[in-house]
């Protein structure tokens, strides 16, 4: 009924615009209100039939399309004069070229060309989004890019930030808390931390030396802060800029990139600021910034670049720089998104697809399982060679009821680590599980008190669950913090219920756990199967994109609707029920209830999850994945004995497929990410 769409065509080439143009169409066909916010006259012109123009969060006129000029809307979206005390520009005096750039392209930007005076400030101007900020984070070496950058003569290395720092590139982000400063560190560590060098000998840092730099610096800044010894994270926002811009100065820049100077930052901060930029530009240091304010870009900088969908759609110089230009340059750019396909050739199309289907494999969840597979078959075969007897069905039936035990508590390590948790109380519940079987299903009892049994395990997986849900969500435990804390209690309660194995598991149930179908042990069928319909559920279902989602990006997910607490919880309870399967295989295999033989299960648990590919930070990964994993691990140690190694090398063989495994991961996700 209502269609809200905020800058929805500033990603897309030619063709996907059309497209949304046409989709905003149909909507108002089907009676639906549409809000379309842009900052691009034509696409108003083509879609609107009213006009509302905002500005500091007022409206400042409103009209049918046809009535309100771009003259009109111009003087709207600009509406007011230059108010603050810029300082004076350089004005013809820019010095010889520093910076040289041809042919400058990367994420979200392409073709850039310019040239930056050594006494000038260049401003990169446009709505965010359209690849200002990430050419300069691509000049700072920060981004992945191609093309040539030329400083004073000397070529940069792009992609590499170190070269970049190294050839007196200084990058001053507008992420201050996350990129621009170390809010933990003080006033002096910060401001000294790129310049280190200046102020040691031999690794020692001479205070003396350090203290007296950083105290001139700030003093020169107009620091306002009670010491150096200050935190940093104690300052306003404008003297912690000027703590970044202290740093700047101490590291003996050659060229300074500043990104969003003074956001955040009070009226009387951003003059002192203005000033100190200026100062910077007139020792000869050229300086690039990306702002979104087009009153600070007109008063502070000499020149003006202006970029839409990726490319230089315009430039200002001198008496040129003006808020209503760079508004104009903004507004009237239609320019579209790079579009690749129209770069390609026809012969080469079916190549193309391939290429891109391979990298896009290589980037996915499903390129570990690949890799899983072929090691699984190659180590089985190296271990065949040496052994015959590894494929007996003996081993064969002992090693998937182990893969099957293990599989099932690494899947609910699996649902807990997408959420970007982690569980470490599973194998201590696993073993409290197989103590409380110990009490009721051992021989001479009813069916009704086995079942007792079965219900109370249930019970005490759900309630630990509960437990370790609540402390990470409502009580802000870390989730190491809390499952360590219940991995603690639970391993306790285990031995104060049996501090010595006994209670000797029913052979019967025993065997019913250990049943066979067409020779393959019934409960690894289940494993497999569960796999699958756990991929399934991951990627076509609700639940499997909530769980993904969170993981990926929590308030993101919130915002749009998935309930992220009850989604947690979930995921903590059903890692305990699926730690309750295991524990069942558990007691199957060891037949006594023994408290200590559960805790090997939670870092086997989260070594199948990583030997299967899963982010460690949430949102990707593979039930299939874990299966393998879970099958390599417990083929591993199983293969020990075949191969005649003593008790060492199961821990060995552990260690080192891990390292291989996510050494092949990284790798191939990295070369994807290269191809793409």
Same mark, same amino acid.
């Given at each position: 009924?209502?269609?809200?769409?905020?800058?929805?065509? =500033?990603? +897309?080439?030619?063709?996907?615009? %059309?497209?949304?143009?046409?989709?905003? #169409?149909?909507?108002? $066909? !089907? @009676?639906? &209100?549409?809000?379309?916010?842009?900052?691009?006259?034509?696409?108003?012109?083509?879609?609107?039939?009213?006009?509302?123009?905002?500005?500091?969060?007022?409206?400042?006129?409103?009209?049918?399309?046809?009535?309100?000029?771009?003259?009109?809307?111009?003087?709207?979206?600009?509406?007011?004069?230059?108010?603050?005390?810029?300082?004076?520009?350089?004005?013809?005096?820019?010095?010889?070229?520093?910076?040289?750039?041809?042919?400058?392209?990367?994420?979200?930007?392409?073709?850039?060309?310019?040239?930056?005076?050594?006494?000038?400030?260049?401003?990169?101007?446009?709505?965010?989004?359209?690849?200002?900020?990430?050419?300069?984070?691509?000049? =700072?070496? +920060?981004?992945?890019?191609?093309? %040539?950058?030329?400083?004073?003569?000397? #070529?940069?290395?792009? $992609? !590499? @930030?170190? &070269?970049?720092?190294?050839?007196?590139?200084?990058?001053?982000?507008?992420?201050?808390?996350?990129?621009?400063?170390?809010?933990?560190?003080?006033?002096?560590?910060?401001?000294?931390?790129?310049?280190?060098?200046?102020?040691?000998?031999?690794?020692?840092?001479?205070?003396?030396?350090?203290?007296?730099?950083?105290?001139?610096?700030?003093?020169?800044?107009?620091?306002?802060?009670?010491?150096?010894?200050?935190?940093?994270?104690?300052?306003?926002?404008?003297?912690?800029?000027?703590?970044?811009?202290?740093?700047?100065?101490?590291?003996?820049?050659?060229?300074?990139?500043?990104?969003?100077?003074?956001?955040?930052?009070?009226?009387?901060?951003?003059?002192?600021?203005?000033?100190?930029?200026?100062?910077?530009?007139?020792?000869?240091?050229?300086?690039?910034?990306? @702002?979104?304010?087009?009153?600070?870009?007109?008063?502070?900088?000499?020149?003006?670049?202006?970029?839409?969908?990726?490319?230089?759609?315009?430039?200002?110089?001198?008496?040129?720089?003006?808020?209503?230009?760079?508004?104009?340059?903004?507004?009237?750019?239609?320019?579209?998104?790079?579009?690749?396909?129209?770069?390609?050739?026809?012969?080469?199309?079916?190549?193309?697809?391939?290429?891109?289907?391979?990298?896009?494999?290589?980037?996915?969840?499903?390129?570990?399982?690949?890799?899983?597979?072929?090691?699984?078959?190659?180590?089985?075969?190296?271990?065949?060679?040496?052994?015959?007897?590894?494929?007996?069905?003996?081993?064969?039936?002992?090693?998937?009821?182990?893969?099957?035990?293990?599989?099932?508590?690494?899947?609910?390590?699996?649902?807990?680590?997408?959420?970007?948790?982690?569980?470490?109380?599973?194998?201590?519940?696993?073993?409290?599980?197989?103590?409380?079987?110990?009490?009721?299903?051992?021989?001479?009892?009813?069916?009704?008190?086995?079942?007792?049994?079965?219900?109370?395990?249930?019970?005490?997986?759900?309630?630990?669950?509960?437990?370790?849900?609540?402390?990470?969500?409502?009580?802000?435990?870390?989730?190491?913090?809390?499952?360590?804390?219940?991995?603690?209690?639970?391993?306790?309660?285990?031995?104060?219920?049996?501090?010595?194995?006994?209670?000797?598991?029913?052979?019967?149930?025993?065997?019913?756990?250990?049943?066979?179908?067409?020779?393959?042990?019934?409960?690894?069928?289940?494993?497999?199967?569960?796999?699958?319909?756990?991929?399934?559920?991951?990627?076509?279902?609700?639940?499997?994109?909530?769980?993904?989602?969170?993981?990926?990006?929590?308030?993101?997910?919130?915002?749009?609707?998935?309930?992220?607490?009850?989604?947690?919880?979930?995921?903590?309870?059903?890692?305990?029920?699926?730690?309750?399967?295991?524990?069942?295989?558990?007691?199957?295999?060891?037949?006594?209830?023994?408290?200590?033989?559960?805790?090997?299960?939670?870092?086997?648990?989260?070594?199948?999850?990583?030997?299967?590919?899963?982010?460690?930070?949430?949102?990707?990964?593979?039930?299939?994945?874990?299966?393998?994993?879970?099958?390599?691990?417990?083929?591993?140690?199983?293969?020990?004995?075949?191969?005649?190694?003593?008790?060492?090398?199961?821990?060995?063989?552990?260690?080192?497929?891990?390292?291989?495994?996510?050494?092949?991961?990284?790798?191939?996700?990295?070369?994807?990410?290269?191809?793409?």
């Amino acid at each position: 009924k209502a269609l809200i769409l905020d800058e929805p065509t =500033a990603p +897309l080439g030619e063709q996907m615009v %059309e497209k949304v143009f046409e989709q905003v #169409r149909a909507a108002t $066909g !089907r @009676s639906a &209100a549409v809000i379309y916010i842009s900052h691009r006259l034509p696409e108003v012109r083509r879609v609107a039939d009213r006009v509302t123009v905002m500005r500091d969060g007022e409206v400042r006129g409103s009209a049918p399309i046809g009535e309100m000029s771009d003259e009109e809307m111009l003087r709207l979206i600009v509406g007011r004069k230059l108010s603050l005390a810029f300082p004076e520009k350089a004005g013809g005096d820019t010095g010889e070229r520093a910076l040289s750039v041809k042919g400058l392209r990367g994420s979200n930007f392409s073709d850039v060309e310019m040239q930056v005076g050594a006494k000038e400030i260049v401003g990169l101007a446009g709505i965010a989004g359209n690849g200002q900020a990430e050419c300069l984070r691509a000049l =700072a070496g +920060l981004d992945r890019a191609s093309g %040539e950058v030329t400083l004073v003569g000397e #070529r940069l290395k792009l $992609g !590499r @930030s170190k &070269a970049a720092h190294d050839a007196g590139v200084v990058y001053l982000s507008a992420d201050r808390h996350n990129e621009g400063l170390v809010m933990s560190l003080s006033v002096r560590e910060n401001a000294a931390l790129s310049a280190l060098p200046e102020f040691s000998q031999l690794g020692l840092v001479n205070r003396r030396e350090e203290s007296r730099a950083v105290i001139e610096e700030a003093e020169d800044l107009d620091v306002r802060t009670p010491s150096i010894a200050a935190l940093v994270s104690n300052l306003s926002g404008g003297n912690q800029q000027k703590v970044a811009l202290a740093r700047a100065l101490l590291a003996k820049p050659r060229l300074v990139l500043v990104d969003e100077p003074t956001q955040g930052v009070d009226a009387g901060a951003r003059v002192e600021i203005y000033r100190n930029l200026r100062e910077i530009a007139q020792q000869g240091i050229p300086v690039v910034i990306v @702002s979104s304010d087009s009153l600070e870009l007109e008063g502070l900088c000499d020149r003006i670049i202006v970029f839409s969908r990726g490319h230089i759609v315009g430039q200002l110089t001198a008496g040129e720089v003006s808020e209503e230009q760079i508004a104009r340059s903004i507004v009237t750019a239609n320019t579209h998104r790079e579009e690749a396909a129209k770069k390609r050739n026809a012969e080469t199309t079916g190549r193309e697809s391939f290429k891109s289907r391979l990298v896009s494999f290589a980037r996915g969840d499903f390129a570990p399982c690949a890799i899983l597979a072929l090691i699984i078959l190659a180590y089985g075969a190296y271990t065949y060679s040496k052994n015959q007897l590894v494929t007996s069905a003996f081993n064969l039936n002992s090693l998937t009821l182990l893969v099957a035990a293990l599989a099932f508590i690494a899947f609910g390590q699996m649902i807990v680590i997408f959420t970007a948790g982690i569980d470490l109380s599973v194998g201590p519940l696993a073993g409290l599980l197989v103590v409380i079987s110990s009490f009721f299903a051992v021989e001479g009892k009813s069916a009704g008190t086995v079942i007792v049994g079965f219900l109370i395990m249930v019970g005490a997986a759900i309630l630990v669950g509960l437990l370790n849900g609540s402390l990470i969500r409502y009580a802000k435990f870390t989730p190491i913090a809390a499952t360590l804390a219940i991995y603690v209690a639970l391993q306790g309660v285990s031995l104060l219920l049996r501090g010595q194995p006994g209670g000797f598991i029913s052979t019967d149930i025993s065997q019913a756990i250990s049943k066979k179908l067409f020779g393959v042990p019934i409960a690894f069928i289940v494993a497999v199967l569960l796999a699958v319909g756990l991929e399934y559920a991951l990627r076509r279902t609700r639940w499997g994109l909530n769980l993904r989602a969170v993981g990926s990006r929590e308030e993101a997910a919130h915002r749009l609707g998935v309930k992220t607490n009850l989604t947690f919880l979930g995921a903590y309870v059903s890692c305990s029920l699926f730690t309750f399967l295991g524990a069942v295989m558990l007691m199957s295999q060891l037949g006594v209830g023994d408290a200590s033989q559960g805790v090997a299960f939670t870092l086997s648990s989260i070594t199948a999850v990583v030997l299967g590919g899963a982010s460690l930070f949430g949102g990707r990964g593979s039930f299939i994945g874990v299966l393998l994993g879970a099958f390599l691990l417990q083929q591993a140690i199983n293969s020990t004995t075949f191969l005649k190694l003593d008790g060492s090398w199961q821990y060995w063989m552990v260690g080192i497929l891990v390292i291989v495994a996510a050494g092949i991961y990284t790798q191939a996700r990295n070369a994807g990410r290269r191809a793409a």
